[in-house]
């Protein structure tokens, strides 16, 4: 079966801790991208990759770090610099970074900072 | 620039009918229109693009109007199932692949 997958499904971290939140893709897709999601809100683009070994900051890059070292996985890394941490992050990807074309979302990752 | 939706919520009866807004300053190349269910990620609905028809599927459909940079979706005779939050995602000109999504319009169908 392909799809994007993400884990943990439910995250705790201290506060002032680094925590990276897994995303792994087995669709082939060149483009990947990281949102973020608050309660009641729509999802914000922290970070996003249209080719391996390169990556773009969106809207709200500060605080996060992002790596795509595989086609197939995008790490990221919420850092203790970022002040707000709690939220509901999405991972999605897409064929490839051309116009157009349909993003596909992973289950999501519910990060709570402590 | 983020598109702003309309309503921000709406509330159905069962078989009843729903038009949802999305518009945007910016000039559009796509609009993308997601469901997203409490505590899940976003479905694909469908995508409109720049100088293409109008699209739909079973009893959802969508429209946009490039001169007005606006899109509207119409979900006719409501099911249960169609509740959710229904997310616009727009692609600019200049923007390559980014989506820059809407607030969302919560919709709610009762029995």
């Known amino acids: 079966d392909g799809g994007i997958t993400q884990s943990p499904k439910y995250l705790f971290r201290k506060e002032g801790q680094n925590v990276t939140l897994s995303c792994e893709q087995n669709?082939?897709?060149?483009?990947m991208y990281w949102y973020r999601q608050d309660p009641g809100q729509g999802l914000r683009l922290i970070y996003y990759?249209?080719?391996?070994?390169?990556?773009q900051k969106g809207d709200i890059a500060e605080g996060y770090s992002v790596s795509r070292e595989k086609k197939e996985s995008f790490p990221l890394t919420v850092t203790s610099a970022q002040k707000n941490p709690t939220a509901f992050y999405l991972c999605a990807s897409s064929m490839v970074a051309g116009e157009g074309d349909t993003q596909y979302f992973g289950p999501g990752t519910r990060l709570t900072v402590l | 620039q983020q598109p702003v939706q309309s309503p921000q919520a709406v509330i159905l009866r069962e078989g009843e009918d729903a038009v949802i807004n999305c518009s945007s300053s910016k000039a559009l190349y796509s609009v993308h229109w997601y469901r997203q269910k409490h505590g899940e990620a976003p479905v694909f609905l469908m995508i409109?693009?720049?100088?293409?028809e109008q699209k739909g599927h079973d009893k959802i459909s969508a429209s946009f109007n490039e001169k007005k940079q606006q899109s509207s979706l119409y979900l006719t005779a409501s099911q249960l199932s169609y509740s959710g939050t229904y997310f616009c995602?727009?692609?600019?000109?200049?923007?390559?692949?980014?989506?820059?999504f809407g607030e969302g319009t919560q919709l709610t169908v009762n029995p």
């Open positions: 669709l082939n897709h060149d483009a």
């Open positions: 990759s249209q080719i391996v070994n390169d990556f």
């Open positions: 409109l693009l720049k100088g293409g």
């Open positions: 995602g727009t692609e600019e000109e200049t923007s390559g692949s980014r989506l820059t």
